[in-house]
């Protein structure tokens, strides 16, 4: 026991090595989980404490034994006023998610917690970190209940101790990629693009984005029967209507198209083929 209002910086000695000696017997029947040193520092004071462990009775030795060595012989602690405070709960993520993914946020429930210890302990306390949470691999949101990672030691306290829930959130990382030599191809017989090839600029989760291979990607462009110029053109105006429909073909969803280069895509009518003579 210590008095009330001061608490150990650190965890006391657990257990000290006894020798002891008498009837042989005696010792078979010995069981150390039975014997306990009590120490009583109720009249301590804040600061140093030196205690004389070779001068302690221990419970559970048979009257016959006597102790004929205790080691550490003396037991070195410091006691430190009780200070209480509410502390900010940071959660301890390690590892890295699954290639194109990272953590973009979490939260934690409770936010904060009510702990209390030693006032040299807490003072330069402004936080207190939960167990390690390992994210590696994460492709997709996940939820995790743990505890907290408190100081060595264990003179800290947690007013209301139970489990920490961290939810955390995963996103696609972004990339570009630029595809230089995509084919151009107009859908039926009656028209043809000028440009064999064309550049285009693609967005998304790098995972999808490095897997592309040129040689699955195509622009093509709807031209209808109907198109009643001899020519026309395909890039933003036809986004609002004003040009004639195109899009890639290739691309996994939610991959996107950022740009294509020449943004215009002239098409001209085919030749019709010249009649044989019979």
Do not use: C, W
Request: charged share 25%; no cysteine.
């Amino acid at each position: 026991t210590h008095p009330d209002g001061l608490v150990p910086v650190e965890t006391p000695l657990e257990f000290a090595t006894v020798t002891v000696s008498g009837v042989q017997a005696l010792m078979r029947n010995m069981r150390p989980a039975d014997m306990v040193m009590a120490l009583d520092l109720s009249s301590a004071r804040e600061g140093d404490v030196i205690v004389d462990l070779s001068e302690r009775p221990i419970r559970g030795l048979p009257p016959d034994l006597r102790v004929a060595a205790v080691n550490p012989g003396t037991l070195r602690l410091e006691l430190d006023r009780v200070l209480k405070r509410r502390l900010k709960v940071a959660p301890l993520l390690k590892g890295e998610a699954a290639e194109g993914y990272a953590v973009k946020e979490f939260s934690v429930s409770p936010q904060h917690v009510d702990v209390s210890g030693p006032a040299r302990v807490l003072r330069a306390m402004t936080e207190v970190a939960t167990e390690e949470i390992d994210v590696s691999g994460l492709h997709e949101d996940a939820e995790f209940d743990v505890g907290l990672g408190l100081p060595k030691g264990g003179t800290i306290r947690v007013a209301r101790p139970g489990p920490i829930s961290v939810s955390v959130r995963v996103a696609s990382t972004l990339r570009q990629r630029m595809f230089d030599a995509v084919p151009v191809v107009v859908r039926g017989d009656r028209y043809s693009a000028t440009l064999p090839h064309v550049a285009v600029t693609v967005e998304g989760p790098e995972a999808l984005v490095g897997g592309i291979r040129t040689d699955g990607l195509s622009v093509i462009i709807y031209a209808p029967d109907e198109f009643a110029d001899a020519e026309g053109s395909v890039g933003p105006a036809s986004a609002d209507g004003g040009g004639l429909r195109y899009e890639v073909l290739g691309l996994p969803s939610p991959v996107r198209v950022v740009l294509v280069d020449p943004d215009r895509i002239q098409i001209i009518a085919r030749q019709p083929a010249a009649a044989v003579p019979e």
